[in-house]
């Protein structure tokens, strides 16, 4: 099982930003992928999660009206995408799968480190 995320990002305040995670080696419609972030010195920060399958969607509150996933099942391929970005959401992104909602997280994407600076 492999998820391999797309490269750093450097972004203005109020741009946005799309992230990939490309998933291998597993029934890429049988597992949730939830985006995780962690910021400078702080802990991990759960954004929500999409079910591949049927693209439901799980967003976190904080989140909600900012944040879009959307999984591409001929690539195996998840995104997130954040808008109207601003220097608090500079942050290391993780994707991870889990096999229920909920349950542990069992692989973890390498991190994508989004900066927001002017």
């Known amino acids: 099982v492999q998820l391999v995320q797309s490269g750093a990002e450097l972004r203005n305040p109020g741009a946005s930003v799309k992230v990939s995670c490309k998933a291998s080696?597993?029934?890429?419609?049988?597992?949730?992928i939830d985006w995780v972030r962690q910021a400078p010195g702080q802990g991990l920060e759960w954004m929500g999660r999409i079910h591949p399958e049927d693209g439901e969607t799980n967003y976190a509150q904080k989140f909600q009206g900012r944040v879009t996933f959307t999984a591409d099942t001929s690539t195996s391929t998840v995104y997130v995408e954040l808008s109207s970005l601003r220097s608090e959401d500079t942050a290391v992104y993780y994707c991870?799968?889990?096999?229920?909602?909920?349950?542990?997280?069992?692989?973890w994407g390498q991190g994508t480190q989004v900066t927001v600076s002017s």
């Open positions: 080696g597993y029934t890429f419609t049988s597992y949730y």
């Open positions: 991870a799968r889990s096999a229920v909602s909920g349950a542990p997280r069992d692989y």
